[in-house]
């Protein structure tokens, strides 16, 4: 059970709040969170990056990060389609690919996502983004469409730039930020905000060859590359200043630089004046480690001292400080590789840092103050590979290797995984047990006793390897049990305090998550979506909305996936307001099935449809309540159209007949409940047409325009609000010309032509009927092809139809219209005046007058963006596209001067907004890079607005039928599941501005 919580949000300091009170609707949810923890990244800002990844639904993934100790709430930074993220070098932003779009956020969730482009691409593996070390920029390739190298500012300022128009794999941006680096059969430098073309640095190379591998210097001014440039397949070693002032010089001396392992390009040391590389010189077939000044002003210096024919250097590693180099090599026995050090000017003779070895060294990294080398080796048994360290510095010539094993005795049945990490002056390792399970353990890297730091969860638990931080703590994944998910867990690496969950509560539709809510027609109730027991899991629940009692569940406890799960839960209610209808597998169903009961849950929801397969959505609820109207399959490829009394009294009945290509494509039920009008192909497959029936199916369904030939189809359709007539748009005059039509909804007359006849390719692109359904509205391209205009008509056809807009600009258009409650006017927005400009415009319904402007001056590149209805007046944001939009509110004839409500940039950008019932006051959210707020302001404009209440994202919000409070679905600071709040208005003072 949920228990009521009254909630005291966060309000900001330039705003005094009225006396409003918020109470959560929705309640706290406590049961566990099914989810699968897929992924760990260390920013290196003290927290740590994962994503989780639905068991249900894994096209999508949702990105979280929390502190590593805990201390702080988890935050939920981006959902998006794949595990690929890219951090800014502190940390402190991340980058990826979401809903189609490249978007940037702060790793602390203080800041809102950021769209910083919008592109296709194939698939994930073919996506990945870099973030410039200042974290000001970000670099990424298009895979679909054109092939191009981006760049574009990741607080989203400005326009994306085309850096390069081929493939790029793998560009480089420089340390200072300014620019970006690529090879693409040559090697090109491009300033990072695109202010120049890329120049190519490498310059000419024989027919056939390229060039790859490329490393930039620390300090940014030089940039080492490799290409077979002199000879195709003969690949050198080449250095060229990073900004193209002078030519390239080669480093390797003639001989073939060999690269076959990624770690193993060029390595500069941190100094910038040495390149540390493996090349195929003295003796064919025998690949040593040499060293050369960046500059090329001196020879290469062998560093791997005198080997033997056949032997080689496989793999190497420059210390942090810049003075040794690590490597293997079989120097002592062909195929046995051993671990090496040696100084990267050549100083003396290069040392054995592994001791004897049965096998061979695998893997090996260096501490970070470079004084000791940990490596994996089967040192003692071949096979058996264990974890070594050696100090790396104070060796002498001759002195055996002072190795130290760091790894417990294993087990039989255990292996050492190759992943080891080195954290300060401690190394994690994990093992390996039968069953699948891992332990892990942190040991002094100098040796000493090996500490457990996985904990044991029992029967059906589980635990990852354990990933150390920079910070020295230690995170890993785990399970308690096969129901309860996977979560995150850290811990010291001493292990000095036990494991903590940081995880935080999960998304997906889990628990606390409100999916949806409808407000009962006198406002005193709410029914929402959420899913509270399971995740992705959604049931339905009734609340009054004053909070006076919990929430009561109304659709009984559902076997997975729930209520329409991953989507919007399809509920429709009465009109009275006593029942409700909501698709669902209630009953352990593999399909849908639809149900219908008593809103306040007194009795069990009952299904209604029959035997059929799955319900799909779309279903109407008839405003008299008497019956519901449903689509299901038939079969996998056809559908019927159904109706059934809501209270269940008879089975259903199909509407439409079998045969065809048999899709229902869309339907809607007459205002009175009396008629259903639905579009179909049931009678020639492919062929659209559009039919009338009675919903209680007492007799058989008829055309609604009568026999056309066979390559015209019905396109729109709209009803009336009376049920005296059906308007939609055919070609059924000429084919390809989509006029618009009205008729009878009983289809006792034929259809009459409300427009001028269209030539081909015009269409009618929306209808709609006034409020008495004496006129329709439309938009077409009537006069001249493809300039949308609005138009209205009588819609009987009884007198030619009128255009409501004056003629626009070249390239103008009317984009949408609405009515006024009282049916005398239509708003319409248009780039009428100025192409590009879209504005607001107020017109009688008949055209008796010229249609006014009601909105204020725009300023330069702004738009009206969004506009609704109220008795009297009107509502408009004004702004940037996915930018700072302000509210306004103008009368609706223009008889006086747009009026701003939303206060300005202290505001901040407004998002949501609706008027009261009685269209004298307007609440509406904004955000201004923090939280969003709620407002409450009157219509006029006469006063300044008042915050309400501040919330991590407010989502959807409704007036209440009284006025007396507005219910909305948000969500609180570091929780990213939205719940349900009511919060109660306060009465507005008469304050004038």
């Known amino acids: ?73 988890r935050v939920d930074l981006v959902q998006s389609a794949g595990a690929s993220i890219a951090f800014s070098a502190d940390g402190n932003r991340a980058v990826c690919y979401a809903s189609g779009s490249l978007v940037t956020t702060l790793t602390d969730g203080s800041g809102p996502v950021i769209t910083v482009d919008s592109y296709p691409i194939e698939s ?49 941006i420089g340390p200072d930020s300014t620019r970006v680096f690529f090879c693409s059969t040559d090697l090109f430098m491009a300033p990072i905000d695109g202010s120049a073309s890329a120049l190519n640095l490498s310059g000419p190379h024989v027919t056939g060859g390229s060039v790859d591998n490329l490393v930039v210097s620390p300090d940014g001014t030089r940039v080492v590359y490799v290409g077979d440039v002199e000879a195709v397949g003969f690949e050198e070693m080449y250095s060229v200043s990073s900004d193209g002032s002078a030519s390239p010089v080669k480093l390797s001396a003639g001989g073939e630089v060999q690269y076959p392992f990624s770690l193993d390009k060029p390595s500069i040391t941190p100094n910038g004046n040495l390149v540390v590389y493996r090349v195929d010189r003295e003796i064919d077939g025998n690949i040593e480690l040499c060293s050369v000044r960046i500059d090329g002003s001196a020879s290469p210096v062998e560093l791997s001292g005198s080997m033997g024919s056949g032997r080689d250097v496989t793999r190497l590693l420059v210390t942090p400080d810049g003075r040794r180099v690590l490597y293997l090599a079989d120097r002592d026995v062909d195929e046995q590789f051993e671990l090496f050090v040696a100084s990267v000017e050549g100083l003396g003779q290069p040392m054995k840092l592994s001791g004897p070895v049965a096998g061979d060294v695998r893997e090996f990294a260096v501490s970070a103050d470079s004084s000791y080398a940990v490596y994996r080796a089967d040192q003692a048994q071949v096979g058996q590979f264990e974890l070594f360290s050696a100090p790396t510095r104070k060796i002498r010539r001759g002195d055996a290797p002072r190795v130290v094993k760091l790894n417990l005795p294993l087990a039989p049945g255990t292996a050492l995984l190759s992943e080891f990490q080195i954290a300060g002056r401690r190394v994690v390792y994990t093992v390996s047990l039968p069953g699948g399970r891992y332990e892990s353990f942190s040991v002094p890297i100098h040796g000493g006793p090996a500490i457990p730091l996985t904990p044991d969860f029992g029967p059906g638990g589980y635990v990852g390897p354990v990933q150390a931080s920079p910070e020295g703590i230690g995170v890993f994944e785990g399970s308690q049990g096969a129901l309860l998910g996977e979560r995150i867990f850290s811990e010291p690496l001493d292990a000095s305090s036990a494991p903590a969950d940081i995880t935080g509560p999960l998304g997906f539709g889990s628990p606390g998550e409100v999916n949806t809510f409808l407000l009962t027609p006198d406002g005193q109730h709410a029914v929402y979506a959420a899913g509270e027991d399971v995740a992705s899991m959604l049931e339905l629940h009734y609340v009054p909305t004053n909070g006076s009692l919990p929430a009561v569940e109304i659709s009984g406890t559902m076997p997975l996936p729930g209520i329409n799960s991953y989507g919007d839960v399809k509920t429709q209610m009465s009109a009275d307001g006593a029942r409700v209808a909501y698709l669902a597998r209630q009953e352990g169903d593999t399909v849908r099935a639809l149900y219908e009961g008593p809103i306040d849950g007194s009795a069990p929801a009952e299904k209604r449809t029959g035997a059929e397969g799955e319900t799909f959505e779309g279903f109407v609820l008839a405003p008299d309540g008497e019956h519901l109207v449903y689509r299901a399959a038939v079969t996998p490829f056809t559908q019927g159209l159904y109706a059934v009394r809501a209270d269940g009294s008879l089975p259903p009945a199909r509407l439409n007949i079998a045969g065809g290509g048999n899709q229902v ?111 329709v509205l439309y938009t077409v391209d009537q006069d001249t092809d493809q300039v949308i205009e609005l138009f209205s008509a009588p819609s009987d056809g009884s007198a030619p139809a009128v255009k409501l807009n004056v003629p626009p600009v070249p390239g103008g258009n009317v984009a949408d219209f609405e009515l006024d409650p009282d049916g005398t006017r239509v708003v319409y927005r248009a780039d009428q005046d100025q192409d590009n400009e879209g504005e607001l415009y107020s017109v009688p319904l008949d055209g008796s007058a010229l249609p006014v402007k009601l909105n204020a001056p725009l300023a330069p590149g702004t738009d009206v963006l969004s506009f609704s209805v109220a008795p009297e007046r009107v509502l408009y944001t004004e702004g940037f596209f996915q930018g700072q939009a302000e509210l306004h509110s103008v009368p609706l004839d223009g008889s006086a001067s747009a009026r701003h409500l939303s206060g300005g940039t202290a505001v901040g950008a407004v998002d949501l907004f609706a008027f009261s019932p009685s269209g004298t006051r307007v609440v509406f959210t904004a955000t201004n890079v923090g939280p969003d707020t709620l407002f409450l302001v009157a219509i006029d404009g006469l006063q300044a607005p008042h915050a309400l209440g501040s919330f991590q994202t407010i ?7 009284d006025g007396a409070r507005v219910v909305h679905r948000s969500s609180l600071p570091g929780e990213p599941n939205a719940r349900l709040f009511s919060t109660r208005m306060p009465r507005l003072g008469r304050r004038p501005r």
Do not use: C
């Open 955 to 961: 989502e959807e919000l409704a007036f209440t039928a």
């Open 665 to 775: 494509l869309d339907f809607a039920v007459s205002s009175n409940g009396a008629r259903v009008v639905y579009r179909s192909d049931e009678l020639v497959s492919g062929k659209s047409e559009l039919f009338t029936v009675p919903t209680d199916a007492n007799a058989t369904r008829v055309r609604l325009h009568g026999l056309v030939a066979g390559t015209r189809d019905v396109g729109l359709f709209a009803l009336d609000p009376t049920s005296q007539r059906v308007a939609f748009s055919a070609d059924h005059g000429i084919d390809n010309a989509f006029d618009l039509w009205s008729v009878p909804i009983d289809a006792s007359s034929a259809p009459v032509r409300l427009n001028p006849a269209l030539p081909a390719g015009r269409e009618v692109r929306a209808i709609r009927f006034s409020s008495d359904g004496q006129r």
């Open 1 to 73: 059970m949920r228990s009521l919580a009254l909630v005291v949000p966060f309000i900001p300091a330039a705003f005094a709040p009225l006396q409003a009170q918020t109470v959560e609707l929705s309640g706290t949810f406590t049961p566990p969170i099914v989810g699968n923890v897929e992924f760990l990244r260390f920013p290196g800002n003290g927290r740590v990056v994962y994503y989780v990844r639905d068991p249900n639904f894994t096209s999508s993934v949702d990105h979280f990060s929390v502190l590593l100790d805990g201390s702080g709430p």
């Open 124 to 172: 994930m593996n073919n996506y990945s983004p870099y973030i410039s070390p200042d974290g000001q920029w970000v670099v990424y390739y298009l895979t679909e469409g054109p092939i191009e190298l981006r760049s574009a500012r990741s607080d989203g300022s400005g326009a994306p730039h085309v850096l390069y128009s081929a493939h790029v794999p793998l560009p480089v």
